[in-house]
């Protein structure tokens, strides 16, 4: 057996039993090792010391306790293995950085979840970048077996919530069935599903992890999960535009910067229950080892007309994109239609909370004689010199943005021209997943 397996095998007993009295000599006996072993090869593998380690998961267990319930400070001492409330106060103070009474109120969330061996991944990041998503973590998850329910829903939003809550009460009633409740993770994904007599639908699929045979057959589909390398950050599970800029921080602002690139497997999302209620969600981003970085060139432009719809305000994406949709659908003038030219995004880059913000969605044009769209605002890209960087569709493109930004600083023989105003033109192929492999040309204008 390989030092991971018995430190693993470790980590698994201790989880099993963190609400009773621990002895290391039981633990090293489970891990097939030796106490001394123990000690040297548990610090080695996973950084923490043996009895750190259970402490901080133990303190981590009544963090969730102090935010999630009314049980008393008392007695979740008790039940972390402290003989007094003074002892446990002063543990979690340690290690949590505040009192048990503090944290309850506070809007903090102390997490220390279990270690799985299994899924680390060794990379290597520019100190800058791991300073400035420290949330953010690069893992492997290993390929496993689901058991699959899909959710279908006339409307997107909350609908993943949703989901959750009828597989809950379909777990629930198999764990009163069996008189057993087993320790399950269930995650979650977006499906596109075909419209309905002119309606549309929306699709989520829940899987869950770890359910083994006790799950009845035909309540839920048995799948295979491929796995992969996933970019791994936790968010509060409300409200939905949580969740929405959780995912936004990690494609727009943290794959851009690292070392990695999208990967080619499946988003997913884990929901952290206490009490059958989501309280907190991971976001599984796929990612793949990055083989080179996208380059930034000057290059020169002649003028191009631009057709758009532009939104203001806190919801200005919302909007403008809405606007171009509904002009897309409207009437029948097939222009509408056509690939006239490319489809374009800017937005007020670096100006988001104030009240001048906007986004624009648009058509791009070469040449000074286009004809007008009829529904669209009018104006043009003027000519010069740009700095390009042909990239895939990082989100918002923040990061992009910021890279070549600093690039344009560093550099030195360019500064921004103020007067013109940058854009993003995107380039999808015949065939392509539009998410995916969508390739974007992103222009900055310098002198």
């Not at 535009?241 to 080619?264: A, C, H, M, Y």
């Not at 305000?313 to 994109?321: F, H, M, R, T, Y």
């Amino acid at each position: 057996m390989s030092y991971v397996e018995s430190v693993q095998r470790a980590i698994d007993y201790i989880e099993e039993r963190l609400d009773e009295e621990l002895d290391l000599s039981l633990i090293a006996e489970e891990a097939f090792i030796s106490v001394a072993q123990l000690y040297r090869v548990f610090y080695a593998l996973t950084g923490h010391p043996v009895k750190d380690y259970i402490r901080k998961r133990r303190m981590s267990v009544a963090a969730n306790h102090l935010r999630n319930s009314k049980r008393t400070v008392e007695e979740l001492a008790w039940e972390s293995g402290f003989e007094s409330y003074h002892s446990f106060a002063k543990m979690f103070k340690k290690i949590v950085g505040l009192t048990p009474a503090v944290y309850r109120k506070a809007d903090i969330f102390f997490s220390f979840e279990p270690i799985r061996l299994h899924e680390q991944v060794a990379y290597k990041e520019y100190k800058e970048q791991s300073e400035l998503f420290p949330d953010v973590r690069v893992i492997r998850f290993m390929p496993d077996k689901m058991y699959v329910y899909l959710h279908i829903s006339r409307q997107q939003a909350g609908m993943e919530h949703e989901a959750f809550r009828i597989v809950s009460e379909k777990l629930g009633a198999l764990e009163t069935a069996r008189n057993f409740k087993p320790k399950l993770r269930i995650f979650g994904c977006n499906v596109d599903l075909p419209e309905e007599d002119g309606e549309p639908r929306f699709g989520y699929r829940v899987l869950i992890a770890d359910g083994e045979e006790w799950i009845v057959e035909g309540t839920f589909t048995e799948e295979s999960f491929v796995g992969g390398l996933y970019a791994v950050r936790k968010i509060v599970a409300s409200p939905p535009e949580t969740v929405q800029d959780g995912w936004n921080r990690l494609l727009s602002e943290w794959l851009p910067k690292s070392t990695f690139e999208i990967g080619t497997h499946q988003y997913i999302e884990e929901f952290i229950a206490y009490n059958g209620k989501v309280t907190r969600m991971k976001l599984y981003l796929p990612v793949q080892r990055k083989i080179h970085n996208e380059p930034i060139v000057v290059v020169e432009l002649s003028e191009i007309q631009a057709f758009f719809c532009r939104g203001y305000g806190a919801k200005a994406q919302a909007v403008a994109e809405k606007r171009l949709i509904d002009w897309y659908k409207s009437g029948s003038d097939e222009s509408r239609q056509a690939n006239l030219g490319k489809y374009y995004m800017t937005f007020h880059y670096g100006n988001q909370d104030s009240e001048q913000y906007w986004w624009e969605n648009g058509i791009l044009i070469g040449g000074t004689d286009a004809p007008d769209l009829e529904g669209l605002e009018k104006k043009c890209f003027g000519y010069g010199s740009y700095a390009c960087c042909v990239s895939k569709t990082y989100g918002s493109l923040t990061g992009v943005l910021d890279k070549m930004l600093r690039w344009i600083a560093t550099y030195g023989n360019y500064r921004l021209d103020e007067e013109r105003q940058w854009f993003a033109e995107y380039h999808p192929f015949d065939g392509m997943n539009v998410e995916r492999d969508t390739l974007v040309k992103i222009y900055i204008p310098v002198i």
